[in-house]
């Protein structure tokens, strides 16, 4: 009977490894959202013929899921923000690392940037975030704690008189 139970206690720990996400960074918004957390996405992105690496960012006081698509040419490194809110791309290139709409090109993938939840002022503070040239990571938890701010306030999302 011990055998049985260590048994089963074993197998589920394993499985539970096995398909859970690994939490590469975590941090703080300074926003409603509350703090974040990045997990690695276990296979590639296909995206416009080429596999990309991706991350997932859940956030502590938010159901939203935030994927982050790295696509890297010849110039830069593209950062595609995906969520069911907004979707936009942060660019890294040598100059600076900041925040685009997305490309026409990420149309026929289904990928647009609506302006419908996006908070225009922020939009403007976010256009270069810092030097470019950042490793994936360092990037990635940048869009994390910035990408929120992106989002349009509850408030200005209502009809008022």
Do not use: W
């Amino acid at each position: 009977m011990k055998k049985l139970v260590l048994l089963t206690v074993l197998l589920v720990a394993i499985c539970t490894v096995s398909f859970g996400k690994k939490v590469v960074a975590k941090g703080q918004t300074f926003t409603a959202m509350g703090d974040y957390r990045i997990e690695t996405v276990d296979n590639p992105v296909p995206l416009m013929g080429n596999s990309c690496t991706a991350y997932s960012i859940k956030y502590e006081n938010s159901p939203m899921d935030v994927t982050v698509i790295i696509c890297k040419d010849n110039k830069c490194k593209r950062y595609l923000v995906i969520s069911d809110k907004l979707s936009v791309q942060y660019v890294c290139n040598k100059d600076y690392f900041g925040v685009q709409p997305l490309d026409k090109e990420f149309e026929s993938q289904g990928y647009k940037t609506s302006n419908d939840h996006m908070n225009r002022i922020e939009y403007y503070h976010q256009r270069v975030l810092g030097p470019g040239q950042k490793p994936e990571l360092e990037a990635t938890q940048l869009i994390a704690a910035y990408f929120p701010m992106l989002i349009a306030p509850e408030e200005m999302l209502t009809a008022s008189k």
